[in-house]
Structures are given as structure tokens and as C-alpha cells.
């Protein structure tokens, strides 16, 4: 498919430097703009202006273009094309769908094969809600589609019209090309509704106010729910050296959040991945909607091997595809791995443009990118009055696993909750291996009334003791260290016991195990409940002289390790159970030291 | 007829600029012609900024001058051209035959940078591949289609490792389908060569070997291409041909350090310790080429070796290929030191396709399991060896004394096997569960109570 090029100067090119090309007799071409370039029509965008030469960076392999050849304006920036069919695929980072480019090419990605874009040939059952007089308003809906089982496609007014419906068409099927409704504006000019709609990727669509985020995301994931909560419309990075499981956590967030959308962009990142993911997830099921978590996935994959300039578009294909189903009244959630790449691409770009530096080679302009970037993410009310949130979780690889670097530094200035992966953690096969002492969250204040409400009056003072003791228990590991756990007194050695019981039964959560793999918050809560119990009665019998040693009952203790995998999620009187041993076992031992 | 050229402007290391230049494509391939003694050298189009193009030469630039030589635009890519013949022959690193034999001639040819497999095309890969040696089948699984570098030192016996495995391990499940090793030397020593090449007729597998090489004396532009001829040659004998291909790489560092040499003759921007900006998207061009393909026989497994400078694991050479492959085998100095061969420090080891391909139907059950545990315990063995540094061994408790035990018993027997010597994963893992068993009960929490029950050793 041909891309739509304008009538106008055609530029030639002059200079070609790896992904970023120089063209001259372009005084007609506006910034930003997409272009063709050479015989193969690969495509590109116009990122610096001077004079009559411009400079393009090209989202293809530029093996093979000549000086001379000709840059073909579009007249419009790069967009996206916005409707139903984008769920339960896999585009690159231009929003090309993998699938087809698959038909075109059935092993290697070819370039020049041009812009292709969601599928404009299959007919949608679509069900409309407008009627001739009713005046509609630009982000208003005026339509819907069963896009997949589970997500409902809200055919929105594009953010830039509005007037009064003159035309409707009955309900039936259509594509994404056809007119359903035509409108007629204040300035009595006419506008045609289709499913979908174009919008220019690095341009913020526009929304009503910003809202206050009160709801966490939640992930079933206990050390992010209970100890580092994410807030609806929030942001999130997980840094992390290579092995500590980045790619990982961010699976396990984009198969079990809470969120209504997925939409995950494999930035810079391997292939593999990207093919597990494909066979993955249609298998699991959503455990709200009972349906396969594909159904409310769009997938993004520029791996490391495909161009570097589509790798800085595909974050903002990604961002901007969420902000389209935020505008439906959805909760977004968006997981990129790893922006660290794209800040890599922005790097390579700007070396290529002989920019000057600042830290590490990147350009001076990250921070602000970033900070962009994740001001894309908030709890919105949209043009057309629904709910709407964008979460934004990044992975970020910082080099060496040193997150002095500036890629980490300057991510976390713009996100509220850090998700620090440890190496040290991994190395122990603790996952998720979040270090609870380096990592925090932002959000704990303003979802604490959301917790008393829903989880339990207490969950957010229970969160805050085990955490306090899990740092007291860091103080106490440095001291091991010197002179051993044996010369240690007792209620310290008890609070190295019930850490280890924390660290082991609760922290480390098992993604492969299908009740551990994603933990209801009632247990969660249950389970942290039940070692906290455990913790007051041990302290009980230490104030009476009892010794850790006889505290530690061998078959509780691995009943707590167990007991998210023996208890199950749907049924919690384990626990109560679990409490009564502990009951019984106490009890007996403390008579013998009461007198 | 393609314009000559016979005025060279500069030469700066392996780059030669020339100027006035028409109808040259990026990326073309340049044959420089010696007039008086009509050697040539080739090299490629690198930059073009309107009539001056950038020419980066695989060959000596030292006897270019000004006026010496003709430089000819070949209207050709880098291209090679692809046969089952390649099999059994040597190459330089510009795919040349070095072995005296004729050269390769085909109608097949492919372009050296090959093109980024297609997510939707490619077969999550899950196939256990057996090595033979305890610590990496299983702690550090290896698997069809995976890439998966040894991260060594100076000086360590990454080049044994590698042979080892070459020997050991058998790629194809059913006889009928085929495998083949595809070896590039970057930038190694002629002895390496030789081990390696020895090596290769000892496991009498030379006549499916295709070698690139590029000895350590020999220039560096070359060694930008010797990796990717190989891995040419790698997809084609493996999608095209469907063989089941490993790839072994060796030395990534020496390929390193030559993008970081071109990159300054060039002048561009340096990122951290000087290597170019772009090194991991050029890394991953190489890496991402291993894999399989959904619906057809045939995979490229990839060995790449690096030696870490200084043995630093976050200098960016290993940390940038940490990022982009699935997994390391890491060697320890410490291990070495000790005469404990392999010496693979299984802490910072990894597999990440492990997860998928172990277990009931490829391995054995418990597999997943008993590797865990051996993790977390000899990374316990770690903290307790640090505290005996410093209160000494016997004031140890009596399950830390345990620890020591079974950290040096993991070493001797687990750890250290012999050259020659291919243990079974049944093996193996039974080996794991005899040296847990010098583990109090209560220490493994890893274990399922039904692995207990089913595998762990009864007392004698």
C-alpha cells in the first residue's frame, strides 16, 4: 500500500549517515512532517530544518539509497490510525502490524514495503447512538463495536470536531473506511465520522482535566500491592541490571493488572520475548473477565535488531494508541520495556546529528523527554465526561546495573513509584527481586483511604510495621555479618526469624506457580496478617524469657513459607487454622515460663 | 559502466575518504585497485555527504596514496554467496577462502547484514540441548535456538568450555535432521585457531564446520564483517537448508573494541568508555540473528565468547550483551584459581529460556526445583563463607558448619567435572540432590514435599 504523498516540491537527498539522512530543496517541507524517501519509498520523519536542507531520520534500513534520490512530502506529521483492530495485535514501532508484514514478507522484515496500518477491509458489526439533530461534541461517542469479547470499542468524535449529526447511518457492518456520520460545524463546514480516525503520535490528545488518582492498579503482585502500590493514572519505573527480571515483572503486571487495556511496547528489546509473549498470553485467562488477557492486549515489539529510528517512534506509538482507549472511558495500563533503549535511540539520533552532548553521550534534552513522556500517564476526565487513566510503568536498564546513570536519575525525578531490582536478590533466585529497602512509592498517602476501605483499617499501618522491621532487620544482617547471629540477643534473633518468613513466604512470589502467580488482595493482606500474629506472639514469649529457639517451631515455620502455595486463594481458613496452631503451640510453651 | 576513481583525499585508519563522487548507494561495496601491483582491496560505503563518501577499508590501508590506487564502485551489497559447500571450508573475515580451495560459486547469494527476523515468524524456542556438563545443563540450561555468551577472562579456559560443548553436545533430536557448527574467530590468536581447529577433528566434525577467521594480526575493519558472514552463513544452512547450526564466536571483545577504533577514526560522539553510542543496536544485529522459526526444522544457536576486561562484568561489553542475550555462562577467576574446571560461577549465570524448556517432558520433574534450591543455597554458602573470614570457621553454627560443607562438596563433585567427561542430566540432578542431602531438611525450602518424598537420597 502506497503512503499518500502530497503534490508538492519533492526534496533530493545529499547526505546519508546510517538511519539519518540530509536532503536539500526541501524550503517547503514542515517539521515533523512524514516523508518517502528514495526509490524503496522507505518512510521518515523531518526532525531538523535549516535553509533549504533537512534532516530525516528513517525508519527503515537505508542500505541501498543513493544521493539524488527523491524525498516525497506526506503534508501531515506521523500519525497513527486510531480504531477497533488494534487489540489482540502486534504492530512495530510505526504501528505496522507484524502479522501483515508477515504476509508480505513471510521470514525477514523487507523495507520499503510502506505504511501499512490496521486492517481497512474487515467489516465491523457497529451499533450506532447518535441521531440526526443531536449535536456532538469532539471526544463524544457516537457509536460502538464489539471490538474483542471483552473490550467494547467506543467510535469517538476526533478531538479536533464538532457539530450537529446531519446523517447517520443504520446500524450494521462496516470498515474503518466507511462514513457513518456526517456533521455539520459552527462554521457550516461538513465533516465525515469514521471508525477510525488519524492522530499525529507526538502530539498529547487532549482531555477535559486532570483528576486526582485515588485507585491502585492492582497486580496481584504482593510486594507492588501491598508494600509499593501503583495508582491508577500513575507512574512507575523498574530499574534493573540485565538478569534481575525486568522483562519479568513487567510480564506479570501486563498479564494480571487490574486494567481494563494493555498495552505493552517491546522497545529495544529481544525477539524471543516478543514471540513468548504472542504464545503466552491468548492461553492465560483474565481472572476478571474469564476470557484470554489477549482480548485486551495491543501489542508493540520494535526488537534490538530492527531499526533504531522506529525504536524512539514506538513509545510514542504506544502512548498515544493508550490514549485513544483512555478517551473510551478505559483504564489503560502501559508497560515499556525499556525506555532505556529509546533514550539509547534518542542518543544515537542526536550523535548522528553532531549535537553536542551532555552526561554519557545523550543528549541535553532527555530529561525533558522523559518528563514528557510520563506526564502522558494521569486519571482524566475525557472530553466526552467518562473516567479515564493511563498508567505508565517503564523499565529502565541502567548500564552496569548502576543507577547513577542518567537515564535512571532522570526517570526518577518524573515517576512516583520505584521498583528497584537488585542483582543480589536474583542472584538468590529471590523474585521479584524489588528490594523493599530502595524501592518506594508516591502513592501510599492517597490510596491509604482506599486500602482502610477495602482492604482492612489496618493494611496500611501492618504494611508500614513489616516494613520497619524488614530495615531493622537490614541493620541487623550488617551486624551478623561482624560477629555472627549466635551472640545476637533473643528479640533480635526474632526478628531475623520472622523477616527470613517475609523474605521467603511472602516477598518472593512464584510466577510460575498458577495460585502464586497472581494473589487476590484479601489473601495478600491475610497472609502479611498472619505473620504479623505470629510476630506479637513470639514477642509475647520473649518478654516472658522464652528463647527464639524454642519460638521457632520447625513445622510452623515452613507451614508460613508454604502457605501461598498450600492455602488457596479462593479459600482463606488456612489461615485462621495457621493462627490457632500458632494459639495452641504458644500457649502450651509460655505456661512453662509463666511461673 | 560505473565511474573509477583515482584520487583518494584522506586516510585516516581504516577510512579513506574520496571526493566529487556520483551515484554511489549507502552501504556499496568498493574494490581499491593497487595500479602497480593490482592487488585489491575492498571495502564499503560508510557515509555519503553530498560528493565526498567515506570508505571504510577490511583490508591494510597502509600503501594507500593519494594517487595509487583505483577505487571502483561495484553496484553490489555486501553480498556472499551460499552453498552447502561452505561446509568444511575456512574463510577470512571478508569470506574469502584462506584454505587454498577454490572458491565458492552459487547462484544464491545473501546480504552479509541479513534483516531482523519477524517476531510473528519466529518458534519461542524450548528445546533442552544436553552439554554434558553438570553446572550449565542445570543451573545454566542451554537451549535450541538460544544465544547464549560465555562471559570469561584473560587467561581462563572459555576456548575448552566452548570445545567441550561443540563435542558434547548434540543438536538434532532425530537423525535424520542435520547439524553444523559455523565458527568465527574475531580477532584471536593463531594458537586459538589452531586449539580450536584441533578440536574440531577430534570430535570429527570438521566436515560440517565453516570457519571465518581473523587472526589477531590481521585488520580490524575486517573484524566488523567476520561475524556477520558467519551468521550468513548460519541462516542459510539453518532456514534455508534446515540444519541444526551452532555458532560459536569468539572473541566479542576484539569486535568491540574494533567498532570503537572505526568510531573514533570517524569522529563521532563517544558514550561510555569511548565505544560508540550505537554499540548495543550493532550488538544486537549480531545476537538477535539466533532462533527458530515457527513451522520448519532448523535453528541457529549462538555461543558468542567475550573476555570481560579487567574481568569486569559491568564494563559495557558484557553488560550491553547481558542486556540483549538470553542469558550468560560466567567464569569465575576465584573457581579457576582453585583448579575447579569448568570454572562457572553459577550465581551470575543465567539461561532465561530455561524456565520453559526444563521439566516433566524435557528434562526431568524436579528439575526446576533442584536448581533453584542449589542457587539459594550456594548463595547462602556465600554469606556464611564471608562471615567464617571473619569469625573463623568454628564458631560457625552447626547449620552454617553444614553450609561450608556442602559449599566445598558443590565445588569438588558438581562444579568440577573432566574434559573428556559428559555426565546425563539424570545425572546431574541426582548429583544435586546427594549434595543437598548434606543440607539439613529444614534449610530447603525450594523443594516440593513430593520431590522429597520421590528423590531425595534415603539414608545409607
Redesign the interface.
Known amino acids: 500500500m502506497a503512503v499518500k504523498e502530497e503534490n508538492k516540491e519533492k526534496g533530493i537527498i545529499s547526505a546519508i549517515n546510517g538511519p539519518v539522512i540530509k536532503g536539500k530543496n526541501m524550503t517547503t517541507f514542515k517539521m515533523r512532517e512524514m516523508v518517502t524517501v528514495g526509490e524503496q519509498r522507505l518512510i521518515g520523519e523531518v526532525i531538523v530544518l535549516e535553509g533549504d536542507v533537512g534532516t530525516i531520520q528513517v525508519y527503515e534500513e537505508t542500505e541501498g539509497l543513493k544521493t539524488g534520490e527523491e524525498i516525497t512530502p506526506t503534508g501531515r506529521p506521523l500519525s497513527l490510525k486510531l480504531g477497533p483492530g488494534m487489540l489482540k495485535n502486534m504492530f512495530d514501532g510505526i504501528q505496522r502490524p507484524l502479522e501483515k508484514i508477515q504476509e508480505i514478507s513471510p521470514i525477514f522484515i523487507p523495507e520499503g514495503i510502506g505504511l501499512l496500518s490496521i486492517d481497512d477491509k474487515k467489516l465491523w458489526p457497529a451499533v450506532m447512538t447518535v441521531k440526526p439533530g443531536d449535536l456532538l461534541l469532539a471526544g463524544s461517542i457516537f457509536g460502538t463495536v464489539e471490538e474483542t469479547q471483552v473490550i467494547q470499542n467506543r467510535l469517538l468524535v476526533p478531538p479536533n470536531v464538532s457539530g450537529t449529526v446531519i446523517d447517520v447511518v443504520p446500524d450494521g457492518s462496516y470498515t474503518i473506511e466507511d462514513v457513518l456520520v456526517t456533521i455539520r460545524d459552527a462554521k457550516n463546514e461538513l465533516h465525515e465520522l469514521k471508525m477510525a480516525h488519524e492522530w499525529p503520535v507526538r502530539t498529547p490528545r487532549p482531555n477535559a482535566y486532570r483528576r486526582e488518582t485515588l485507585v491502585p492498579l492492582i497486580t496481584g503482585q504482593r510486594v507492588i500491592d501491598i508494600f509499593f502500590p501503583i495508582a491508577k493514572g500513575g507512574t512507575a519505573a523498574i530499574p534493573g541490571g540485565f538478569g534481575t527480571g525486568k522483562t519479568m515483572t513487567q510480564h506479570q503486571l501486563a498479564k494480571w493488572s487490574d486494567a481494563d487495556i494493555i498495552v505493552y511496547i517491546g522497545c529495544g528489546e529481544r525477539g524471543n520475548e516478543m514471540t513468548e509473549v504472542i504464545e503466552d498470553f491468548p492461553k492465560l485467562i483474565d481472572p476478571r473477565s474469564g476470557k484470554s488477557i489477549m482480548e485486551r492486549t495491543v501489542l508493540i515489539a520494535n526488537t534490538s535488531n530492527m531499526p533504531v529510528a522506529a525504536r524512539e517512534a514506538s513509545i510514542y506509538t504506544g502512548v498515544t494508541i493508550a490514549e485513544y482507549y483512555r478517551d473510551m472511558g478505559y483504564a489503560v495500563a502501559m508497560m515499556a520495556d525499556s525506555t532505556s533503549r529509546w533514550a539509547e535511540a534518542l542518543r544515537e539520533i542526536s550523535g548522528r546529528l553532531e549535537e553536542m552532548p551532555a552526561e554519557e553521550g545523550y543528549p541535553a534534552y532527555l530529561p525533558s523527554r522523559i518528563a514528557e513522556f510520563y506526564e502522558r500517564a494521569g486519571s482524566i476526565e475525557t472530553l466526552g465526561g467518562d473516567d479515564g487513566s493511563i498508567t505508565i510503568i517503564g523499565a529502565v536498564s541502567p548500564a552496569g546495573g548502576d543507577f547513577s546513570e542518567p537515564v535512571t536519575e532522570n526517570t526518577k525525578r518524573f515517576v512516583n513509584v520505584f521498583l528497584a531490582l537488585d542483582k543480589s536478590l536474583a542472584y538468590a533466585r529471590h523474585y521479584p527481586a524489588i528490594n523493599w529497602l530502595e524501592s518506594y512509592s508516591g502513592y501510599i498517602k492517597i490510596l491509604s483511604d482506599w486500602y482502610e476501605d477495602n482492604v482492612a483499617e489496618d493494611c496500611i499501618s501492618l504494611r508500614n510495621k513489616m516494613l520497619e522491621l524488614m530495615y531493622e532487620e537490614n541493620k541487623l544482617q550488617e551486624m551478623v555479618m561482624l560477629v555472627g547471629e549466635d551472640v545476637l540477643p533473643d528479640d533480635q534473633r526474632w526478628v531475623l526469624e520472622i523477616a527470613k518468613i517475609i523474605k521467603v513466604g511472602y516477598l518472593q512470589q512464584n510466577a510460575y506457580n498458577k495460585d502464586d502467580t497472581y494473589v487476590p488482595l484479601e489473601k495478600q493482606y491475610a497472609m502479611l496478617k498472619a505473620i504479623e500474629y505470629l510476630y506479637d506472639r513470639g514477642r509475647e514469649g520473649l518478654k516472658l524469657g522464652v528463647p527464639t529457639s524454642r519460638l521457632k517451631n520447625i513445622d510452623i515455620f515452613s507451614q508460613f513459607i508454604k502457605m501461598k502455595y498450600t492455602i488457596p486463594n479462593d479459600d482463606l481458613s488456612g489461615i485462621d487454622k495457621l493462627k490457632d496452631e500458632i494459639d495452641q503451640y504458644f500457649d502450651v510453651l509460655f505456661k512453662k515460663y509463666e511461673n | 559502466m560505473k565511474k573509477e576513481y583515482l584520487q583518494i583525499d584522506k586516510v585516516v585508519g581504516p577510512l579513506i575518504q574520496i571526493s566529487d563522487v556520483?551515484?554511489?548507494?549507502?552501504?556499496e561495496v568498493v574494490d581499491i585497485v593497487e595500479i602497480s601491483t593490482g592487488n585489491i582491496k575492498k571495502g564499503k560505503v560508510i557515509?555519503?555527504?553530498?560528493?565526498n563518501v567515506i570508505i571504510q577499508v577490511f583490508q591494510n590501508t597502509a600503501d594507500l596514496a593519494a594517487g595509487n590506487s583505483i577505487i571502483k564502485f561495484t553496484g553490489q551489497?555486501f553480498n556472499l554467496p551460499m552453498s552447502l559447500d561452505l561446509q568444511g571450508r575456512i574463510f577470512n573475515g571478508i569470506g574469502e577462502p584462506i584454505d587454498n580451495g577454490s572458491d565458492i560459486f552459487s547462484l544464491v547469494e545473501a546480504?552479509i547484514?541479513?534483516?531482523?527476523?519477524?517476531?510473528?515468524?519466529?518458534?519461542?524456542?524450548r528445546n533442552f540441548i544436553q552439554t554434558g556438563i553438570s553446572s550449565i545443563d542445570t543451573l545454566a540450561t542451554l537451549i535450541r535456538?538460544q544465544k547464549l555468551p560465555i562471559f570469561s577472562g584473560n587467561g581462563l579456559p572459555h576456548n575448552e568450555l566452548a570445545a567441550q560443548i561443540v563435542r558434547q553436545a548434540r543438536l538434532g533430536d532425530n537423525v535424520d535432521e542435520e547439524f553444523g557448527v559455523v565458527f568465527a574467530a574475531i580477532g584471536v590468536k593463531h594458537d586459538d585457531e589452531k586449539f580450536f581447529r584441533k578440536s574440531f577433528d577430534e570430535a570429527n566434525v570438521m566436515d560440517r564446520v565453516v570457519m571465518f577467521v581473523n587472526y589477531a594480526d590481521d585488520p580490524i575493519a575486517e573484524r566488523i564483517t567476520t561475524p556477520r558472514c558467519a551468521l550468513t552463513a548460519a541462516e542459510y544452512l539453518a532456514?534455508e537448508k534446515h540444519m541444526h547450526i551452532l555458532v560459536v564466536m569468539t572473541d566479542i571483545t576484539s569486535y568491540c573494541e574494533a567498532l570503537r577504533e572505526i568510531s573514533s577514526a570517524r569522529e563521532?560522539?563517544?558514550?561510555?568508555k569511548g565505544y560508540?553510542?550505537?554499540m548495543?543496536?550493532d550488538l544486537?544485529?549480531l545476537?538477535?540473528?539466533a532462533?527458530m522459526?515457527k513451522d520448519q526444522v532448523g535453528s541457529i544457536t549462538f555461543l558468542p565468547i567475550l573476555t570481560m576486561p579487567n574481568d569486569d562484568i559491568?564494563?559495557?561489553i558484557p553488560?550491553?550483551t547481558?542486556?540483549?542475550t538470553?542469558?550468560?555462562i560466567v567464569l569465575g577467576r576465584d573457581l579457576f584459581q582453585r583448579s575447579i574446571y569448568p570454572p562457572v560461577a553459577i550465581?551470575?549465570s543465567?539461561s532465561?529460556?530455561m524456565?520453559?524448556g526444563v521439566g516433566e517432558g524435557f528434562t526431568r520433574g524436579d528439575h526446576?526445583e533442584v536448581a533453584?534450591q542449589l542457587?539459594?543455597s550456594y548463595?547462602?554458602v556465600q554469606?556464611v563463607r564471608?562471615?567464617s573470614q571473619?569469625?573463623g570457621e568454628e564458631?560457625?553454627?552447626s547449620t552454617d558448619k553444614k553450609y561450608m560443607a556442602f559449599g566445598r562438596a558443590f565445588e569438588a563433585k558438581f562444579l568440577n567435572q573432566g574434559f573428556d567427561e559428559s555426565r546425563n542430566i539424570i545425572q546431574s540432578l541426582d548429583l544435586g540432590w546427594k549434595l543437598l542431602a548434606l543440607l539439613p531438611l529444614?534449610e530447603l525450602?525450594?523443594l516440593s514435599p513430593e520431590n522429597i518424598d520421590k528423590y531425595f537420597p534415603k539414608e545409607a
Not at chain 2, 268 to 272: F, G
Open positions: 556520483d551515484d554511489v548507494f549507502y552501504g557515509k555519503i555527504e553530498e560528493k551489497a546480504n547484514n541479513g534483516r531482523p527476523i519477524n517476531p510473528m515468524s519466529r518458534e519461542y524456542p535456538g532456514f563521532e560522539v563517544p558514550s561510555r560508540p553510542g550505537y548495543y543496536s544486537a544485529s545476537y538477535e540473528r532462533g522459526l559491568t564494563h559495557p553488560d550491553l547481558g542486556y540483549i538470553e542469558g550468560q550465581l551470575p543465567l532465561r529460556l524456565k520453559d526446576a533453584n542457587f539459594a548463595s547462602k554469606e564471608d562471615l571473619i569469625i564458631d560457625l553454627s529444614t525450602d525450594r
